[in-house]
């Protein structure tokens, strides 16, 4: 029952080590926090036609960098339709689009026909700490117990088997009786004078 109580306190242990480690991570990569912003932009008329010819009427980089859970506003005044992503805003409708996770997309807003949208989690988005911490840290919990139960058999082997040891050290110094019937050689020809 002990051995069961050891084993349940150093995955448990280890996973929330690995719980915070993560936590520290994302604390570190996040950066400073700062409240969702709402980014807009209006799409005028016309701006089909001069995408279609190479300009970039919106000026818009390739590269957006937003935080996780910032909203992309599209304020869209032109006579067709504009995809950003799996985002579609009509003509004359504004369109939200709330920013989760980074990617490359199809984008009709830009002259290159997609964009690179960079998001940087929050340090409070605390469910990015999640799923490293299952992956990991049951896994590292349990090689941490195998490699502590074997420490402990180096240092303090088992009684039980230490006479198992003596035992067979006393047999191997004791001789074999042959097989009846058998030439006294361990080789093939001993096999088949036993099986006659």
């Known amino acids: ?16 080590a690995v719980f915070l480690v993560c936590l520290v991570a994302l604390w570190i990569f996040a950066g400073p926090g700062r409240a969702p912003e709402r980014r807009e932009i209006v ?3 016309g701006t089909a036609d001069l995408i279609a010819v ?3 009427p919106l000026d818009l980089p390739a590269n957006w960098s937003f935080r996780s859970g910032d909203v992309l506003v599209l ?13 579609f805003s009509p003509y004359g409708e504004v369109t939200e689009i709330t920013v989760t996770a980074s990617a490359t997309v199809f984008c009709t807003l830009h002259p290159a026909g997609q964009i690179y949208i960079d998001v940087t989690p929050r340090r409070t988005d ?20 195998m490699a502590l139960r074997m420490l402990r058999r180096l240092e303090n082997p088992d009684p039980a ?6 035992r067979r050290s006393r047999r191997g110094r004791e001789p074999e ?6 030439t006294g050689d361990p080789g093939p020809s001993s096999l088949m004078a036993a099986q006659k």
């Open 161 to 166: 088997a230490q006479s198992e040891v003596a």
């Open 177 to 182: 009786e042959p097989v009846s019937g058998g």
């Open 126 to 145: 605390w469910t990015l700490a999640i799923s490293p911490t299952l992956l990991i840290g049951p896994a590292f919990g349990l090689v941490l117990l």
């Open 43 to 45: 799409i005028p008329a």
């Open 1 to 16: 029952m002990q051995a069961k109580r050891e084993a349940a306190l150093v995955v448990t242990g280890t996973t929330v």
């Open 75 to 87: 304020d869209n005044r032109d006579d067709v339709g504009h995809y950003v992503g799996a985002w």
């Open 54 to 56: 190479g300009e970039n």
